[in-house]
């Protein structure tokens, strides 16, 4: 019964050859193709305000250097908001609540922006492993942990999204089960645990939703420490 529960986070496999890259690509065909027009329907008006509101709030605590990195992180807030919110489906893969895929978007980013700090600004980007007025004897051990917490960044943004959406599959999957268990032995507890999964899914689409918004602004974060 167990493994049942974990089956769903296997990659699914089609004569041998995994489907996680078509289950990554899948969000870029519900953008529809440019044409003639900027807007064609209603459904472009809406993703290109929704595009405007992400840029500009992922925009907003950087300064003018660090807006290079516009179209890498609404790009990114984008793949991982479909990919979070297409899971939530029937019958479908969620590609992010794999920690290597996880890992793979988290740590080449945030080793660019490691990168960027020390080739423009080499002094203040070394000045962060150890706050001023630090007594002589914490030198050493307060380097020590800096870097410590330096490194694990990107650790911490791949766990943080892998564990909060597969907390949410397995909730939701727990519940369903023992909804449909009780239906035939106890109708009203079934019909009540029904409800809780029906505002139990609710709350996954905004986690979803929070959880890609919280990995792309932590990146922008620490994009805006080095710049």
């Known amino acids: 019964m167990n493994l049942s529960f974990f089956d769903q986070f296997t990659s699914p496999c089609l ?3 995994p489907l996680i890259l078509l289950s990554m690509l899948f969000p870029a065909l519900l953008i529809p193709s440019p044409g003639s027009r900027w807007i064609t329907n209603r459904l472009s008006t809406l993703q290109s305000w929704c595009i405007d509101l992400i840029t500009k709030q992922l925009m907003t605590p950087l300064n003018k250097d660090g807006h290079k ?4 992180l609404t790009s990114l807030m984008i793949l991982l908001l479909s990919i979070n919110l297409l899971g939530l489906l029937p019958y479908t893969f969620t590609p992010t609540t794999q920690l290597s895929m996880n890992m793979a978007l988290a740590f080449p980013l945030w080793l660019a922006t490691l990168l960027t700090g020390l080739r423009n600004q080499p002094s203040a980007s070394l000045g962060h492993l150890l706050p ?3 007594p002589t004897p914490l030198i050493p051990a307060l380097i020590l942990i800096e870097t410590t917490s330096l490194l694990i960044r990107p650790l911490a943004l791949g766990v943080r999204l892998t564990a909060n959406l597969t907390a949410g599959h397995l ?3 727990l519940i369903s089960t023992a ?3 009780l239906l ?3 109708p009203a507890i079934s019909i009540l645990t029904t409800t809780i999964l029906l505002l139990l899914t609710i709350l996954e689409v905004a986690v979803a939703m929070i959880q890609a918004y919280v990995f792309v602004l932590l990146l922008s974060l620490y994009l805006q420490e080095n710049i």
């Open 15 to 17: 004569l041998g050859v």
């Open 179 to 181: 909804s449909t268990a």
């Open 132 to 134: 001023e007025g630090t």
């Open 69 to 72: 990195w516009a179209l890498i």
């Open 171 to 173: 909730l939701i999957q």
């Open 184 to 186: 035939s032995i106890m």
